[in-house]
């Protein structure tokens, strides 16, 4: 089994015989003291909740143009009655 380590910059996890993240590029130090976590955490922690807050909106979106769809039938269904 490949040994990992976490990113201090992106949070992603990384092979631990890399120097730097594939992903953002931040060179690998050996830090992992309980503030150095938590500031991981928190990133991961805003990160989620961008992403939650895009795919609500994407959900927002597509239920908008659900609806409108729905209106239109609705409004032929009507005139061809």
């Not at 089994?1 to 910059?9: D, H, K, N, Y």
């Not at 996890?13 to 991981?40: F, R």
């Not at 927002?60 to 009507?78: F, G, I, P, R």
Request: proline share 1%; charged share 30%.
């Amino acid at each position: 089994m490949q040994s990992v380590a976490v990113c201090l910059g992106c949070g992603r996890t990384v092979n631990k015989e890399y120097l730097y993240c594939p992903w953002c590029g931040l060179e690998k130090t050996t830090d992992y003291g309980l503030e150095t976590l938590n500031s991981v955490f928190d990133k991961l922690e805003v990160i989620q909740h961008r992403d939650r807050i895009k795919h609500f909106d994407k959900l927002e979106a597509e239920l908008a143009d659900l609806e409108k769809e729905l209106d239109e039938l609705v409004l032929c269904t009507e005139l061809h009655s």
